[in-house]
């Protein structure tokens, strides 16, 4: 091919090497590389988890609206996955603490999640329904809501009442707060004592950490 002055020329193609010896694609190669890089988003995930059960005094008394919460007694926290991958990587006890009926928590993010169970030896002996579990604590009452429930039987025993998990989701807890469980009598109140053996009724709490 010729050009308007005469000189004779063959157009570069594709694998043709820039002037100063590289190919094209090795310069998009080299610039790619060379691109700043963006650190990862920061993120926390699970730092910790803790298990606390009650010891006793879970206690619905004849005649009574409400459970007698300020009774709970409770074992030290742990960590259920102590000894294995999901460990928790803050000690618990840094961040959780019991004091008679409530729970401590440090200032942050945590997911709590409690199992309440109230046992009665004649299921006719609970009250016709309930209103919880409650969680009293956390930083707005959103994360204090409640469910209403009939009371079931258990088993071919006769024994029955309430049994229930509630998950309240990721919830700041501030400085000064606390955590502790509620259970409430609807439609009537019981007609005896309820079986407050540590061996049924009981409440556990389940809470993680977040970072």
Avoid at 112 to 124: E, F, L, R
Avoid at 150 to 179: K, W
Wanted: with cysteine; aromatic share 10%; glycine share 14%.
């Amino acid at each position: 091919m010729r050009g308007p002055d005469g000189r004779t020329f063959r157009p570069k193609t594709q694998a043709d090497v820039n002037r100063d010896g590289r190919k094209t694609d090795d310069i998009l190669d080299r610039k790619i590389t060379r691109m700043p890089k963006i650190p990862a988003a920061a993120s926390g995930g699970v730092v910790g988890i803790a298990e606390v059960s009650s010891t006793g005094g879970v206690s619905f008394p004849a005649g009574v609206n409400q459970m007698d919460y300020a009774g709970v007694t409770y074992g030290d926290p742990y960590d259920p996955y102590s000894g294995t991958p999901g460990a928790s990587t803050i000690a618990v006890s840094s961040w959780l603490t019991v004091e008679g009926y409530q729970l401590s928590l440090t200032p942050g993010w945590y997911i709590p999640v409690v199992t309440m169970k109230a046992v009665w030896d004649d299921v006719n002996d609970a009250p016709p329904g309930f209103a919880g579990p409650y969680m009293n604590g956390g930083y707005d009452s959103a994360h204090n809501d409640l469910g209403c429930h009939a009371r079931v039987q258990f088993g071919t025993d006769g024994s029955g009442g309430f049994q229930q998990v509630a998950n309240y989701g990721p919830t700041y807890m501030v400085d000064g707060t606390d955590l502790h469980a509620e259970l409430r009598a609807l439609g009537g109140t019981p007609a005896a004592d309820n079986n407050a053996s540590a061996a049924l009724s009981r409440v556990v709490w389940n809470i993680t950490k977040l970072g």
